[in-house]
């Protein structure tokens, strides 16, 4: 009995220390270009480091031709083997009308949720003001990734392409690694 129960308590710290663990992103790198200045500019666009345990990403999107109501987002996810590679997710979506009702797109509404809470881009069209990420930490990424969808170790880049009237106008790409 007692040594059953020496093994139950055993496996649970195993079980516990194996969940601390588990993966660690870390955000390495970003880069946000305007591809059209007379329709979008970056006012600002960087990661930042308080400690070694908080570190993290701001950005602010000015819209001179204010409303948008035709927006979509082009996301695919790079994983890094000799270059970046196309790693599981490509996905073209039309944010205007993912935006009136995100849980009809899971996938989509998965990465949606890693800055969503951080940004004001959490309403339906139209957009009539600046687009703002502020402060989305390393350490809310990393939840979002190992425990709710698990991946493997490694360098990643987010690439998201950003169209407003069928034009691209915006490149927002965010470089991570995550480790054991
Ligand atoms: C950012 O990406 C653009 C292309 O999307 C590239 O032209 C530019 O050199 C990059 N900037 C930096 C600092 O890497
Ligand atoms: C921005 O607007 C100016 C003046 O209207 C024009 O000359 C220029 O070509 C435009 N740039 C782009 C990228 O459309
Ligand atoms: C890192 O900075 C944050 C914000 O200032 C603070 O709350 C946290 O305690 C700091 N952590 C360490 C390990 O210094
Ligand atoms: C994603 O798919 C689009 C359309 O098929 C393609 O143009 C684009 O290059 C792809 N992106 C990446 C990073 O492979
Ligand atoms: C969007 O976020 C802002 C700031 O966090 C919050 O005040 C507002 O209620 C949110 N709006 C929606 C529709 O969730």
Redesign the pocket.
């Known amino acids: 009995m007692e040594a059953k129960l020496t093994l139950l308590v055993q496996l649970m710290v195993i079980l516990c220390s194996a969940w601390e663990i588990t993966s660690k992103f870390e955000f390495t790198n970003v ?1 946000c ?1 305007s591809l059209d200045e007379n329709f979008t500019e970056i006012e600002y666009c960087y990661l930042k480091s308080i400690n070694r345990t908080y570190k993290y990403f701001s950005a602010r999107v000015t819209l001179f031709q204010v409303p948008v109501t035709n927006i979509k987002v082009n996301l695919a996810l790079l994983k890094r083997l000799n270059g970046y590679k196309p790693f599981l997710y490509n996905y073209t979506v039309d944010a205007c009308r993912f935006l009136k009702n995100p849980k009809s797109k899971p996938v989509i509404n998965y990465f949606y949720e890693f800055f969503r809470p951080w940004s004001n881009m959490n309403h339906s069209c139209p957009f009539n003001h600046d687009l703002v990420v502020d402060k989305l930490t390393a350490s809310f990424i990393n939840h979002q990734f190992t425990n709710i969808l698990a991946f493997p170790e490694g360098d990643y880049l987010l690439e998201t392409n950003w169209f407003a009237y069928g034009i691209k106008r915006a ?1 927002v ?1 965010v470089y991570g690694t995550l480790r054991e």
């Open positions: 880069n270009t490149v790409k």
